[in-house]
Every structure is written in structure tokens, then in C-alpha cells.
């Protein structure tokens, strides 16, 4: 799909919907497409503390979870 095509494509779905939240959300994030996203202060310290647990090897990945739940569902 084209460029011109896809924004054919939102104009005709948007000028047929009839829900004022979803055309507001809608809104909201055409607005604030350009702006940065801020990391609010209360997150910080949960991303710092994750990524230490990281570095320090304290973390689960994909393949041990399925090991771990293969082996629970088979119980």
C-alpha cells in the first residue's frame, strides 16, 4: 500500500467512526507524535534496578520459562 494510499485508507475509516473517545485518542496520538517520550521519575529506579540484574546475569529468558512451563504442564 502506498503512502497516499494508506492515508486515503485512515481518512475514509475515520470520517466513518462515531466514537468521540476513540477519535480523541486518536487525537492524542497524532498530537504528540513528534514529542519525546519522557520516563516519569517513579520508573526510573525500577529500569536501573533491572538493568543491574542484567549485567549481573539475574534474569530469566524465553527458554527457561517454556522448560520451566513444559515441565509444570506435563505434571
Known amino acids: 500500500m502506498t503512502l497516499v494510499e494508506l492515508k486515503k485508507s485512515i481518512h475514509d475509516k475515520i470520517d466513518n467512526l462515531d466514537d468521540p473517545d476513540y477519535l480523541d485518542m486518536l487525537n492524542t496520538m497524532i498530537n504528540y507524535k513528534d514529542k519525546p517520550f519522557v520516563i516519569p521519575g517513579h520508573m526510573k529506579e525500577g529500569i536501573r534496578q533491572g538493568t543491574e540484574d ?16 513444559e515441565k509444570w504442564l506435563k505434571e
Request: neutral net charge; proline residues 0%; without cysteine.
Open 54 to 69: 542484567i549485567k549481573n546475569g539475574d534474569f530469566y529468558t524465553m527458554g527457561d520459562f517454556e522448560r520451566k512451563y
